[in-house]
Each structure stands twice: as C-alpha cells, then as structure tokens.
C-alpha cells in the first residue's frame, strides 16, 4: 500500500551535482525516519545519509559536507543534494523510509533504485 519511486540519477563529471527524488504514495499517515543508501558494483550497501520526521540528520564520513537529505512532508517526498560529486560515489542510490499508515501498519519501504555515475 505504499511505495517509493526514485528519480534524478544519471551521468555527471566529477566536481559536479546531482538532486535525487523520492516519492512516497499509498494510504500513508506518517513517514518517521527517511534515509538514502547506495551499492556500488561488488560493495555493500552503505547508509548515505538518514534524516528523522523532526529534521535531525546524520551522514557517512564519506559524504559529509557535500550531501544534504532533505524532505517535504507535504509532498512525502525526499532527496538527496549531492554536490563536488567524485568517481566513487558511482552506485545505486535506494531510497528507504519507515512509513505507518493509516490503518497504522508499520512498513519499512524501498524504492527501486537510481544510478548515479561518476566520470573523471
């Protein structure tokens, strides 16, 4: 009953930016914690950032001060404001958010993913 449906992906040279999208839909009430992961080929899925209904934040060492989450309840919709953008943070980029709804069914949901890739 909800989903979450990435977008902004694509190819960017190394030192530019990129704005990722989120859209939540569905019977939601309440989106609590939102967070953005990304896999790169052969690596493991690392937290990229997370940001909590109240607007505190956290981000990996490897991003911070060039990445910011934001978020637009009105909307339910996150992103992600990637800027002085290096080769490797080439990877899939998963939204995922902790959703109850409002029958108040607690749902942890993922989006399908979207490509970021960094050229030198």
């Known amino acids: 009953q909800v989903q979450l449906v990435e977008s902004g992906g694509g190819l960017v040279q190394a030192g530019g930016s990129l704005r990722l999208s989120c859209a939540a839909s569905g019977n939601i009430f309440l989106i609590n914690d939102m967070a953005w992961y990304r896999q790169a080929p052969g690596n493991q899925r690392e937290l990229v950032a997370r940001?909590?209904?109240?607007?505190?934040?956290n981000y990996a060492d490897s991003v911070k001060g060039r990445f910011t989450i934001l978020r637009d309840n009105g909307k339910n919709t996150g992103y992600l404001q990637m800027n002085s953008l290096k080769p490797e943070d080439t990877a899939v980029y998963y939204c995922?958010?902790?959703?109850?709804?409002?029958?108040?069914?607690?749902?942890?949901?993922w989006g399908q993913g979207t490509l970021v890739t960094v050229s030198s």
């Open positions: 940001m909590t209904n109240g607007g505190s934040t």
């Open positions: 995922n958010a902790a959703v109850l709804t409002i029958t108040m069914n607690a749902l942890n949901a």
